[in-house]
């Protein structure tokens, strides 16, 4: 009877021996996938954050534009080396890029081709040996361009507190000469705010404190040249909105291309942030600035009307948006051109020229009080249907 006892005692401790040896692997792998899941949502959320990804947007509205673009450069007299780049479009979500020729007059060069490192601008390279006279460079191809909306929403806008180090480029701000100035600036937009909404916040005050002026403008998207004026043209406004933005902790860049209409100047800059879980993001604030103007000083719109566009042109801006008649040439400032020129470029507009080593001045054939050029551009764009410019035609705001 003991011996049934003890061997019933001994049966009894091995099975709860087995219940808890079945809890403690249940507990480990409960554990086990609960580790599993989060690395995994860890990695979704760091591959999320590349500054290679292709833009999320909403596409639509495709127009085909077949593209003939021209520069004429003079060089100095006798000048011994003429050396030209000029961009090249690339393709990517909202633009597609086929059927590319390059050629020039009256010298024939042909071009290298390359890509810088650091954004992966493509440009074509070419060297005029002594050139006598204008050099014409010609560039023709189709581009479909099509709408890109974001719908950003802030509120969805992960805030991340590491970026990677691929976006090092993107997050360093330029100084300025009155940092003081700024930071004071940037502690008032920092007040009671979080990620993309300190971002809006420093584009809202770029649009509040910033004068447009062709006549003032760096040409070169200086946020010192805009934060000390309070002027510029599109380039200093996306400038200082960059960088405000990189010190507010938001990776930007600078974006150039050409509007696809008649235009005395065709180059045009937006400003890109990176936003998590929306990408790359176009925001075009000194256009917004000029169309709001434009609104508020039509005769024939009432205060309500007046009030409800304005309300919906600056909602566009905050949720991110890119017209199909403008096409992406550039990415970034401050890089080294390929192969590389005597100093590194803050932007490149249309092309950059040096004549015997020495920079060539960039045009801005929409300032009035300049009539004297060492290169100009002469464009045609010829659309497959009518399209709609969505910084003067209010009713795209509709």
Known sequence: MRLNRLNHLQLRRRRSDRRRGAGLRDA????????????LAADGAMSE?????????SISDPVTHTVDF?????????????????????SDAGQTISDSRLSTFPMEVEPQVGAEPVYGNRFAYFEFHHPEGAQIIQHQFTAVVSELQWHV???????????????????????????????????????????????LAAIDWVDANLEYDHVRASLRADANHAFALRRGHCSDYH?????????????????YGLSLFPKNSPSHCKLEAFLPG??????????????????????DLSAEAKARL?????????????????????????????????RPVDVVRTIYAEADGVPLPDPDPANRELTSFSWMTAHRYVADRPFKKPFSDLSTLE
């Open 153 to 199: 929403n802030p509120a969805e806008v992960r805030e991340v507190h590491e970026w990677p180090a691929t976006f090092e480029p993107y997050l360093q701000p330029q100084s300025v000469e009155d940092q003081s100035e700024l930071d004071t600036v940037l502690q008032g937009i920092r007040e009671d705010r979080t990620g993309s909404a300190r971002l």
């Open 278 to 299: 929306y990408g790359w993001v176009s925001y075009d604030v000194s256009e917004t600035q000029k169309l709001i103007a434009k609104i508020g000083a039509r005769d």
């Open 310 to 342: 304005t309300a919906r042109t600056r909602e566009r801006l905050h949720s991110g948006f890119r017209e199909n008649s403008w096409l992406l040439l550039t990415k970034g400032t401050g890089y080294d051109l390929v192969p590389p020129a005597r």
């Open 49 to 57: 954050l590349d500054p290679a990804a292709p833009y999320g947007a």
């Open 28 to 39: 480990l792998v409960v554990l086990t996938l609960h580790y599993l899941a989060t690395c």
């Open 239 to 255: 400038g200082l909105c960059a960088t405000m933005g990189r010190a507010l902790g938001s990776p930007t860049r600078v974006t």
């Open 70 to 90: 021209r520069v004429i450069v003079t060089p100095p007299y006798h000048c011994e080396l003429l050396k030209v780049w000029l961009p090249l479009p690339q």
